[in-house]
């Protein structure tokens, strides 16, 4: 008897620890579905192959050499909100983001004051070349948009590409 106790106890950690790593840890994850939001996720596995598709399949294009600029991927985040309310309210979840992860302005772009670009960089390498956090903004009069990139990004790379 005590055996079985043993082997349920190892197969229900076992269970739990394959659920615990399955589950991806995303940034934006808690937002709930809204009307006036779209969500996007792509997952770590999902940012290798088109990576590894990228470095493969486009090698003379403008984009060679993408897929080694984003080591160590973490997942990408996207979301885009038009409606009044889904707008203010993802605008309220990237200013925690940026307090959260300690994120800093890198570049602000804008177009006669109607279009806003920022991106927000975090989690610095000591010699600076890398960044583990990449939060990309753009709001427009009809649509506030977020691009989230999680994984070792080269800063040489954000401002090539």
Do not use: C, W
């Not at 349920?8 to 808690?30: C, D, E, K, Q, S």
């Not at 973490?74 to 307090?99: Q, T």
């Not at 390498?125 to 956090?133: F, K, Q």
């Amino acid at each position: 008897m005590k055996h079985i106790r043993i082997l349920i106890a190892a197969v229900a950690l076992l269970i739990a620890a394959t659920m615990a790593a399955a589950t991806p840890n995303r940034l934006f994850g808690h937002i709930k579905k809204t009307d006036g939001l779209t969500m996007v996720y792509i997952s770590p596995a999902a940012m290798k192959l088109g990576l590894n598709m990228t470095d493969n399949f486009i090698a003379d294009s403008k984009y060679a050499g993408l897929g080694k600029a984003i080591s160590n991927p973490r997942g990408i985040e996207v979301l885009s909100a038009v409606s009044p309310s889904a707008k203010a309210m993802l605008r309220s979840e990237v200013d925690a983001a940026v307090e959260k992860l300690g994120m800093e302005l890198f570049i602000n772009a804008s177009e006669n004051g109607t279009e806003d670009v920022d991106i927000y960089i975090g989690g610095r390498s000591p010699d600076g070349v890398t960044v583990s956090n990449l939060l990309i903004v753009a709001d427009e009069d009809k649509e506030y948009s977020v691009i989230y990139i999680g994984g070792d990004i080269s800063t040489d790379a954000i401002l090539i590409q």
